[in-house]
């Protein structure tokens, strides 16, 4: 009993910490997001590299109305938190997401492949739900990496996450284009089914006037006698679409 009141007394400040600690860090663009005024037209999402494109060329955002949320050491599920706060709820029309690298290094611990796709695949995919664009960069080329010297095979590990992105992103463009087009050819057929009452209408209603002047419409072939002014015209049968 002695040794457990031990241990937990040993774990409770680490436990304490754990629980103090802004883990996705949430607070490092707070106060940038709410003094924002109007929409960024594009947010980029990243890692080091976007945190350091905006120190290096803070100008580069400003002048095209970008917004930098990238914070050096980040993992996809830091973001993946975060993304909500950084990204949706500023509005743009497009976010720029740049990661993956460091979940390689396993910066925050070991990590398949698959679940660093899975991070960046549900960041594109609330984004498109909030009506966003999402463009998912490929990770960029690295030999080793200088804090994690013992993770090997970087230059294979970094093609086959950037070849399941590509995959991804293709499949998603392809189920949009098939999309699209039976999108096209429903409204076509509507648009022909429209076409079709608008023209049923109109002979229908020029047979009533023909019928009111007591000329004559054969019912079984639905054509008129000959009119000098109007030509030859059917009534059609009746749609019904329900």
């Given at each position: 009993m002695k040794k457990l009141i031990l241990l937990i007394a040993l774990a409770l400040p680490a436990?304490?910490?754990?629980?103090?600690?802004?883990?996705?860090?949430y607070g490092r663009y707070a106060e940038a997001n709410a003094q924002l005024t109007t929409p960024p037209a594009v947010v980029f999402m990243g890692?080091?590299?976007?945190?350091?494109?905006?120190?290096?060329?803070?100008?580069?955002?400003?002048?095209?109305n970008f917004a930098c949320r990238g914070i050096g050491g980040q993992v996809t599920g830091q973001?993946?938190?975060?993304?909500?706060?950084?990204?949706?709820?500023?509005?743009?029309?497009?976010?720029?997401?740049?990661?993956?690298?460091?979940?390689l290094a396993q910066n925050n611990g070991p990590i398949a492949t698959q679940h660093i796709v899975e991070n960046i695949i549900s960041m594109a995919e609330l984004a498109m739900a909030a009506g966003i664009?999402?463009?998912?960069?490929?990770?960029?080329?690295?030999?080793?990496?200088?804090?994690?010297?013992?993770?090997e095979s970087v230059p294979e590990k970094i093609r086959d996450l950037n070849a399941r992105l590509h995959r991804y992103a293709s499949d998603r463009d392809g189920r949009r284009?098939?999309?699209?087009?039976?999108?096209?050819?429903?409204?076509?057929?509507a648009s022909h089914a429209r076409r079709i009452r608008r023209h049923g209408a109109d002979r229908s209603a020029r047979a009533g006037a023909l019928l009111s002047r007591g000329r004559k419409v054969n019912p079984r072939f639905r054509q008129t006698e000959k009119s000098p002014s109007r030509g030859d015209f059917f009534i059609p049968e009746v749609v019904f679409h329900e």
């Open positions: 436990l304490l910490t754990a629980q103090q600690r802004d883990w996705a860090n890692n080091s590299i976007t945190d350091g494109w905006d120190n290096a060329h803070p100008e580069f955002f400003t002048a095209n973001m993946l938190c975060r993304f909500r706060a950084d990204v949706i709820n500023l509005h743009p029309q497009a976010v720029v997401i740049l990661a993956g690298t460091n979940d664009r999402p463009i998912i960069c490929s990770v960029l080329p690295a030999g080793k990496y200088p804090w994690r010297t013992e993770i284009r098939r999309l699209d087009a039976q999108r096209v050819h429903q409204r076509r057929r």
